[in-house]
């Protein structure tokens, strides 16, 4: 899921689903028109665990993929790496992305590109990182997206990591794996595909990486003390009256919730520190890539 900031709406810069009714929405935008800010599955500890595991320093040029509008954009740029960039495929994204500003030297930019195909230079990112996107995508969409961050990538400096949904146990049963990535499509309206953590890393190691570091977390984004912590007192009570203010958004909210809860015991949120594997060659050219779309 994406991350925002109200700024935005005060800046007079749309969000992504506007226009769209509270029925029809991505749950993800819906709860961003309501004002949360942290979406990730594992909320701001885990993202805070994240970029402390990549280790961002001023030498950095950060590369962050489904960016959203910036919320762990700015935390990034508190670590004043030497560049970041910040890709999304949504328009009303990149325009709030391009807003942002950096406190120190930071060259700061956003571009409209999908993750599979930045169009980005070869190997000019020390750090890549990506939250709660690539469950979203079906499987060969996951591959050609972590191909694309091992093109992007440094050789000898290169870091990556992900935060993203994910399913419990390794040993889950086929048949109730499938029964709730059904409820969770039908509950937030995007094709969530969550790997377990074996899955997970499986998949980053057949695309020419090695996982250095895991961490998990329970998957407790619309609990009331998740909402606090990620929000803050006075967020959370704001979110909370507009969505009684708001009956329809207010039905979404209280069934994905719903979802979650019948779901816990099985659904939970990691996030994997991994490096380039030096025996492994770089991802494909472009034209190999899309050979595989």
Known sequence: M??????????????????????????HWLLARLGKRVLRPGGVELTRWMLDALGVDPEDRVVELAAGLGATARLTLARRP????????DAAAVAALSALTAPGA???????SDAADTRLPDGDATVVYGEAMLTMQPEAAKRRIVREVRRLLDDSTGRYAIHELCLLPDDLDPALAERITHDLREAIHVGARPLTPTAWSDLLADEGFTVTARRTAPMALLEPRR????????????????????PAALRRVLHMRRVFRRHSAHLGAISLLAVPTPSRPRGGTRDDRHRDQ
């Not at 930071?106 to 409209?112: D, F, G, H, L, P």
């Open 82 to 89: 030497a560049a970041y960039t910040a890709v999304d495929r």
């Open 106 to 112: 930071t060259q700061v930019r956003a571009v409209r």
């Open 2 to 27: 994406a991350t925002t900031d109200h700024s935005a709406l005060r800046n007079g810069i749309s969000l992504p689903g506007d226009g769209l009714d509270a029925a029809r929405v991505p749950g």
């Open 227 to 246: 909402l606090i912590a990620d929000e803050g007192p006075a967020p959370a009570l704001r979110i909370a009256g507009r969505a009684l203010r708001d």
